[in-house]
């Protein structure tokens, strides 16, 4: 009910979203290829399980809002099987405190109302480790674990982890064939997936290849490199981001509330995995590896550990019972029901804020109504109701944020090395050999905020202002020559003082 309250009100301006439902439409012609860029390039960057699950999907549940609801539901399915592990390996009363603990939690909640792969990978990943959290497993109930795993692997690219988890839990108990059968099933599904991303990795538009290639460049080259990207990476995961994922209350402006949920999740989570080493080893397996995966991966961000929250909520609480029962089992379990309960009534209050917003929220339009978006996203969407009423039929524009763009008005875009790669001085030049004859300039990234708007500065003189959306989304035309006419030129200097000062990371 709370993620229902807190649904998106429809494909939003962060890509994934249209990304997804796109490619899904691309499987359904039997293809696999972005059709929201001009040159059609074939997609590289997402495993095709959650688009594959919404082909199918979306045959049988059109409206965007039942996609949604499928969503909550698969959420709903990975809590409820955490509650069931737990129960099964621990406790009536451990079970309660973890499923309290999971269904406030905010990330939760709200990743369960957006059209993301998440929920499906944390209710096959969920599935799998609950088909294996007793060890005399019969044939059958391996087979459907290995198939759970492989799919969620198929789901979500940083969540190979769950593969090895069950190999190696194979591997320690001795049994061979199931083992040689998961890893030929592996090689055969992911690692054809892995082998076409780096193939693939100079031809696709973007790819995860790619993208940490340049990232380990860039980390070079600012002499960091390994152990100080790896310090980095402990220092953002166990001090900030898996405090704040678990749902650890904080006060604004202090230090010791940091240091001191950092210290509970931390000493929570190693000894929650010791725990579950004797009681639910391959869970132990599986957090260790996708933590380790994550320490690793090229970029941070807590929506990468909200689909471990599910098994990490009860190996943190697992861990404060141990800690805490380590002389009188009866403090254990007050340690977790308190925990527990810290947990729960903080992770209410932040729901209760995204419930606010999504009841002030106006539904049934597409693109979503201005009450329920930012001003700036609200201005895009204007812009792409424009663009689809008013340009040329298969006119390309140029645009940061072609996925959505080409969602809400059936216009592709260039490629993205198109938009914000290159130098100054043949940037509108690259951009009309990509075959786009319009450019749109909206405030929603970084990138548009401050390399875009350079280059179209730079080259102002070439543009001609086509449209206006207040109050910080423009869309130019590419002309032939140099224009006399001041106008873009004035507009993209009224554009800089609009930014100037602005913390998009908050104000979007």
Known sequence: MLAWLCRTPGVGTGSDEAKYLLLASSLRHVSYREIWLADLPFHAQYPPGFPAWL????????????????????SVAALLLA????????????????????????????????????PLFM??????????????????????????AIGAALTRSAGTPIIGAVLVLWLLQRRWKPAGAMAVASALWVGLWLAWTVYMAGHAAESYVTGAIGAVRDSDASGSGFFGHLSSRIADYFGVMIPMALGMPG????????VVTAAVSSLGLVAGLIVLWRRWRVASLYIAGSIGLLLLWPWTDTRFITPLLPVL??????????????????????????????????????????VERGLRCTRGSSPPDATCVTVDQASFYAAARYIA???PRGAVVASAKPAPLFYYSGHPSVRPIILFGGNDDDHLQGVRE???????????????????????????????????????????????GVTSDSTACRTLDAYRRANWGRNLAIDR
């Not at 082909?55 to 698969?74: C, E, K, T, Y």
């Not at 603990?101 to 939760?108: C, K, M, T, V």
């Not at 141990?322 to 932040?350: D, E, P, Q, V, Y």
């Open 55 to 74: 082909a199918v999907l979306g045959v049988l549940l059109p409206r965007f809002d039942w996609l949604l609801a499928a969503n909550i539901a698969l």
């Open 83 to 118: 509650w069931h592990a737990v129960r099964r390996r621990w406790s009536d009363g451990l079970a309660l405190f973890v499923l309290a603990a999971l269904a406030f939690n905010p990330y939760l909640v709200g990743q369960a109302g957006v059209l993301m792969s998440e």
């Open 389 to 391: 009423g008013h340009l």
């Open 313 to 354: 909520v009860p190996c943190v609480l697992a861990g404060v019972a141990a800690l805490a029962g380590a002389r009188h089992g009866a403090a254990g379990t007050i340690g977790a029901a308190a925990l527990a309960l810290i947990l729960a009534i903080n992770g209410a209050g932040h729901t209760a804020q995204l």
């Open 434 to 480: 990509g075959g786009a004859e319009w450019v749109l300039l909206g405030s929603l990234m970084l990138r548009e905020v401050g390399l875009l708007h350079h280059r179209l500065s730079v080259a102002c003189d070439r543009l001609a202002l086509e449209a206006a959306f207040p109050p910080r989304t423009y869309l130019f035309r590419i002309v032939d």
């Open 123 to 148: 209710a096959l990943s969920m599935g799998a480790l609950v088909l294996l959290t007793r060890e005399d497993r019969g044939a059958r109930a391996m087979a459907a674990a290995g198939a759970l």
């Open 251 to 258: 006060i604004a402006g202090t230090l010791v509330d940091n």
